[in-house]
């Protein structure tokens, strides 16, 4: 059973960076592509971006592209997602979720998910 833990989230003013993590226990996120997910109050799960094993592929939402960066570092077993120009909107429980396909990276399917960390962006 994988274990996903996010990390990173808080309160930030508009305009604002914030960095996520996504860390995996035991270490085999390398076995994973990753996505990010987000659920605004009262809203559906969002999915936002998705990164394949090895990195070599990344996929974004319109929404949050040029952005919102994803990445991963498979030897320190984490993914980030790195958030910038940050608006009220993007007021969320960002969650990351791991799936066991071999190459490339979609919204479906995935197979772990973590628990999730708040992001509050408000002045």
């Known amino acids: 059973q994988l274990q996903l833990m996010e990390s990173g989230g808080g309160l930030v003013q508009p305009g604002e960076s914030v960095r996520l993590s996504c860390a995996a226990s035991?270490?085999?996120?390398?076995?994973?592509?990753i996505g990010w997910f987000r659920q605004a109050p009262g809203k559906e799960r969002e999915a936002i971006s998705c990164i394949s094993r090895s990195g070599d592929f990344t996929n974004y939402v319109e929404s949050v592209k040029g952005r919102f960066t994803i990445s991963r570092d498979n030897a320190k077993n984490i993914v980030f997602l790195q958030m910038n120009s940050l608006k009220s909107e993007d007021t969320a429980v960002y969650s990351c979720?791991?799936?066991?396909?071999?190459?490339?990276?979609?919204?479906?399917?995935?197979?772990?998910w973590g628990k999730g960390t708040p992001v509050t962006v408000s002045s």
């Open positions: 979720a791991a799936d066991r396909r071999r190459s490339g990276c979609d919204y479906n399917g995935f197979d772990f």
């Open positions: 035991p270490s085999i996120l390398n076995w994973y592509a």
